[in-house]
């Protein structure tokens, strides 16, 4: 109410405001408690009273309202920004993947046929390596391009969530757990797969996980569809991007989906621990030229096999 209240009527003031706005806000606390009220203009601001009788039961039902303001306001206050992206490795794994591009094209062809992530020869005869050395192999330019557009783009959004190093090292990773994943549900058939975007889809698994314990950690952001939504929007791209079409009948779709899956497993446990800031800049240094050097080592022991 606002209109003036009778003279003859004593009423008790439950709140004084300096906006008309605030003032109407909180009577609508006492509307919905369907008891009289009057919103009245007391000097510089506005007062807000009641029948004596209510006070109590206003005062009470105004305390909560004001303490879940708070709340609100305390949780929409933004967190920490996350560091800015360094964008030095991404040059780095565009130009290491294209010199592994142009070394594919010179080697003997049995050291590219040994390198493919043959199946059987993973799971029956050991050859791990061959998770990791088929990540560098690629069938033309547009795969190549393809799988390094998408994989710097996914990569530059989890590197400030990880760190340079780590980012890489569980790119990777996931890249050689989703290949060997992908070997095993084939173990008996005469299957082979080469390209990164087995590590590209881990890069996107990776991204995914990290905005999942981002919203986690928040009150604000830990409702079901909240936590939801990465895991869709990850889903989808993996649906458009992964699967393929009547055109590329090559896509290996379940190692795109092996690779996303490993990247989660690696990353969910990775950002719930928030392995950044427990993570010091030596060892992420040393983790940024791990990466590297396991793919240097499996393909040295390619050579040392066929040569």
């Known amino acids: 109410m606002t209109d003036d209240p009778p003279s003859n009527l004593p009423l008790a003031e439950v709140g004084r405001y ?58 929409l206050v933004p967190e920490k920004p996350l560091p800015k992206i360094e964008t030095l490795s991404l040059y780095v794994a565009a130009w290491l993947l294209g010199t592994c591009w142009f070394l594919q094209n010179v080697i003997p062809e049995r050291w590219e046929e040994a390198g493919e992530a043959a199946s059987r020869a993973i799971i029956h005869d050991g050859e791990w390596w061959r998770t990791l050395t088929a990540l560098t192999l690629h069938g033309d330019i547009s795969h190549l391009v393809v799988n390094i557009a998408s994989g710097l783009l996914f990569s530059a959004f989890v590197l400030p969530h990880l760190g340079t190093g780590l980012t890489w090292l569980l790119i990777v990773a996931s890249g050689m757990l989703g290949n060997l994943v992908n070997a095993f549900f084939y173990r008996d058939a005469p299957h082979i797969s080469i390209g990164s975007s087995t590590a590209v889809f881990g890069a996107l698994g990776l991204l995914v996980a990290c905005d999942f314990a981002v919203r986690f950690s928040s009150p604000h952001t830990r409702s079901r569809w909240q936590l939801v939504l990465p895991l869709g929007a990850g889903l989808a791209l993996l649906a458009y991007l992964g699967v393929g079409d009547e055109e590329h009948k090559q896509t290996d779709y379940m190692a795109h989906l092996w690779g996303f899956c490993s990247g989660l497993a690696l990353g969910l446990p990775a950002a719930a621990f928030h392995v950044r800031e427990r993570t010091s800049a030596a060892l992420q240094r040393v983790a ?4 590297p050097l396991l793919i240097a080592v499996a393909w040295w022991i390619v050579v040392a096999r066929v040569r």
């Open 18 to 75: 300096a906006r008309l706005s605030e003032a109407r806000e909180r009577a609508l606390v006492v509307a919905a408690m369907e008891l009289p009220h009057w919103v009245v203009r007391d000097g510089p601001g506005f007062a807000l009273r009641v029948e004596p009788t209510a006070r109590d039961a206003v005062m009470q039902e105004l305390e909560k309202f004001e303490a879940e303001q708070a709340h609100r306001a305390s949780s």
């Open 288 to 291: 940024a030229f791990a990466a």
